[in-house]
Structure formats: structure tokens, C-alpha cells
């Protein structure tokens, strides 16, 4: 089993920043892919951004030139750096990790979610 525990978020004014953080325990063999996703009221979880193992990332369009997604593999920790905050990005922010263990293979695990809200 592996468990995320996320840190960060709050509340902010629009124009600011903030930084989510999240950590992978457990009996974890590898981690392929990390990434945050986001859900706001009324409307499906969407993705926000991905890494990979070896660095490669991908953004929604609309954080692209606004968020950072950054790993530490060493660590099993995943970052999310968020500036030029709008209203339109409050929503829970939940981490999620593609994982091996060394009972379960290659799957999906999520965070507790972390709100994020920005005052416009």
C-alpha cells in the first residue's frame, strides 16, 4: 500500500502563489509517473500536471507558463508551484502517483485532496 500525504495550499489573493507538496510511503518499488490533478465545485477532476521518472512533464493549457511541476525521485516527493494565481484555479488539489510495490503492481494512488482557494 502507498500513501500520500500532501502539504501546502490555502488561501490567496489573486496575482500570488503558492506550493503544494506531497509524499509517497509504503513498501514502493518504483514510481512512474507523478502528478497533481484538481476538482472544483461542480466539475470533474481535470489534470493539472504530470512528470514522469526521468523529468519529462505535462500541463493543462490553462497553468501552462504558470505552474511548475517538479519530483525528487530520491525522496518519492512531487512539488507544484503555482504563480499568478486566478479566482478559476480554486478547487482541491489532490497528488497521485502511478506506483510498484512489491505486492501490487502498477497502480494508481491519490492524496487526501488540499484546498486552494484564490480571492479575486
Known amino acids: 500500500q502507498v500513501q500520500l500525504v500532501e502539504s501546502g495550499g490555502g488561501l490567496v489573493q489573486a496575482g500570488g502563489s503558492l506550493k503544494l507538496s506531497c509524499q509517497a510511503s509504503g513498501r514502493i518499488f518504483s514510481i512512474n509517473s507523478m502528478g497533481w490533478y484538481r476538482q472544483a465545485p461542480g466539475k470533474q477532476r481535470e489534470l493539472v500536471a504530470m512528470?514522469?521518472?526521468?523529468?519529462?512533464?505535462n500541463y493543462a493549457d490553462v497553468v501552462k507558463g504558470r505552474f511548475i511541476i517538479s519530483r525528487d525521485n530520491a525522496r518519492n516527493t512531487v512539488g507544484l508551484e503555482m504563480n499568478s494565481l486566478q479566482p478559476e484555479d480554486t478547487a482541491v488539489y489532490y497528488c497521485?502517483?502511478?506506483?510498484?510495490?512489491?505486492?501490487?503492481?502498477?497502480?494508481?494512488?491519490w492524496g487526501q485532496g488540499n484546498q486552494v482557494t484564490v480571492a479575486s
Open positions: 512528470i514522469t521518472k526521468d523529468g519529462t512533464t
Open positions: 497521485a502517483a502511478d506506483a510498484w510495490t512489491v505486492i501490487v503492481p502498477d497502480k494508481w494512488y
